[in-house]
């Protein structure tokens, strides 16, 4: 399940996580949508069109997860720590025997 946008600012304020979003005046520039802030760095950034921000939760909790792997939002979206990661698939003969 997809989280909104509301739950997952709250959650990333809550654990003291920085994200910027940019409300932009003209009408085909969408929604810009930062991890981190101007002082300390950005450690990821994208571009939504309208019709696409329910997506920038979804970005957003990915993110975070990735880039703060230790805080509380990450444990509390944990599901989304691995996203858009490649993991290798073991083959019954690569995998660890039981001890």
């Given amino acids: 399940m997809t989280p909104s946008l509301l739950s997952v600012l709250c959650s990333l304020y809550a654990s003291e996580i ?14 810009e949508v930062k991890l981190g802030d101007t002082v300390n ?3 990821a ?3 939504f069109a309208n019709a ?10 990915e ?7 230790e805080s ?16 290798p698939r073991l083959r ?6 039981p001890s």
């Fill in 92 to 97: 019954s003969m690569d995998r660890p025997k």
């Fill in 41 to 43: 760095g950005f450690q």
């Fill in 63 to 69: 993110q975070a997860s990735l880039h703060y792997p």
């Fill in 18 to 31: 920085n994200v910027s979003i940019c409300i932009s005046s003209l009408w085909d520039e969408g929604w």
């Fill in 45 to 47: 950034e994208k571009t």
């Fill in 72 to 87: 509380d939002f990450a444990r509390r979206f944990a599901h989304f720590k691995d996203r858009g990661r490649a993991r």
């Fill in 52 to 61: 696409e921000l329910e997506n920038a939760a979804r970005w957003l909790a």
